[in-house]
């Protein structure tokens, strides 16, 4: 029934409703002392005080509650008509009525202002043809063009302020469309960020770590045994740890000051890859071919590094002691195909926790490409075919 509006919106309504009241009651009083009234000066002025009175309440409520100012504003004309009055000044405020049921009003007010348009056509133009005293005549076979040119001037009039609130109506609607689609836009591309954020904070710091704890392992048995094996180790651990260290500080700068993506790793950097990951221990061999063909896109360069740094972060988790891992890349002329497979360590179940790979899988979507993964006969196998057109 009520709508929400500013106090700036309601202070400005009742000076409005205020000033028009200044005006109509006056107004009001004057047409009502006409030769046609009967109602002597007092019933004069009392009966203009209750239609300006009428009319300048519906004004005040238009925004408000559009549904309750078009039922007052038809009590005002029902009451004007019962009196025998002509229209007048204060009937302008129907006009701001309409327009305001058009424009804010909710789906039963918005047809109703517009039927209150043409039934009030229909209603005046009967009214003022129907004999009262300041007709003068009524209606006849002689008057009755005249009365259809009312017909057709007060539809128009009545109508055209129901249609410029309803054109409104339209403009803010799709306005708020607008807005929403746009959050919803901004929404969704701080999503992707933060996805993003996290995918490349997890293999970083997920790859960095397993690193460290197979380095650390190494170092404690060590220690005892050959001071040389535990140092390179020891060096190992501080060298990955403060790679990773930085790696972490570029990825928060990115979520902290929104800046543009920092360097990327490319599959220039897949031999420090393998470096770290067979000093971990890890039997290691890489078998490229045939070679890339010229500079492949750096999209598909990171996807590349990223799905094998994470393939390889999972065999130092998952994969059996002494067990070797195989690595295969093909490029070829449309695409790149990388091929990770290792022993799985007894009882260990890589993929089924964590978002390793869903990381991948979604490096290799992001890249136009797909990535499968899955333990085939004892061994963790992971799969991907990137295609070097480009991102998807």
Known sequence: MFRRLKTSQIVTDV???VGFFVIAWPVEALVASGAWSSLGPVGDAVSGLLIAALFTGALALRRLSPALALGIAWVGALVQMGLGRPPSFADLAIFGVLYTTAAYGSRVVYWAGFASALVGALVITVYLFAGPPFAGGGLSWQTLPLALVVLV??????????TIGALVRTAVRARENREAQQRAEAETAAEQERVRIARDMHDVVAHSLAVVIAQADGARYAASSDAAIA?????????????????????????RHRQGDGPQPTIADLEELYMQVRTAGVQLRVDVDPAPP??????????????LQEALTNTLRHGAPGGSVD???SWLSDRVELDVRNPVAPGSQPGRSGHGIIGMRERAQLAGGRLDAADEGGAFTVRATIPLGGAG
């Open 294 to 307: 010229g500079e492949p896109p750096a999209a598909v360069q990171l996807a590349v590094y990223r799905i």
């Open 327 to 329: 690595v295969r890349l």
């Open 15 to 17: 000076v409005i409703a």
């Open 153 to 162: 001037a007060g539809a128009f009039a009545l109508g055209l302020s129901w």
């Open 231 to 255: 140092t390179e180790a020891l060096a190992t651990i501080s060298t990955t740890a403060r790679s990773a260290l930085a790696d972490v500080r570029l990825l928060l700068g990115q979520l």
